[in-house]
């Protein structure tokens, strides 16, 4: 069964960090694109930041320079830094696996608020 756990969520006040780690069980950690996604009250999900197999990120333009994504293969988890912290990035932020064409899977979610 495949598990992905987020941890890392919480207040912050605005320009503040947070490190977001996804650790991943049940499936071939290395062989997955890894991405966060966020979901803010009344908006779509979006794509934050992916990762993939073999090591190329992506970012969504209004976090780049700010959040960077990694992945530690040997601990089958993914961290997302997250750095000078805006109130719009207030969400619940979600940790993804994802390996073509179809195979697909998404963690509970992790609570972050930026405000002061």
């Known amino acids: 069964q495949v598990q992905l756990v987020e941890s890392g969520g919480g207040l912050v006040q605005p320009g503040g960090s947070l490190r977001l780690s996804c650790a991943a069980s049940?499936?071939?950690?290395?062989?997955?694109?890894m991405g966060w996604y966020r979901q803010a009250p009344g908006k779509q999900r979006e794509l934050v930041a992916r990762?993939?197999?073999?090591?190329?990120?992506d970012y969504v333009d209004s976090v780049k320079g700010r959040f960077t994504i990694s992945r530690d293969n040997a601990k089958n988890t993914v961290y997302l830094q997250m750095d000078s912290l805006k109130p719009e990035d207030t969400a619940v932020y979600y940790c993804?696996?994802?390996?073509?064409?179809?195979?697909?899977?998404w963690g509970q979610g992790t609570q972050v608020t930026v405000s002061s």
């Open positions: 049940g499936l071939i950690f290395s062989a997955y694109a």
């Open positions: 990762i993939t197999s073999g090591g190329s990120t």
């Open positions: 993804n696996a994802a390996r073509l064409p179809r195979l697909e899977y």
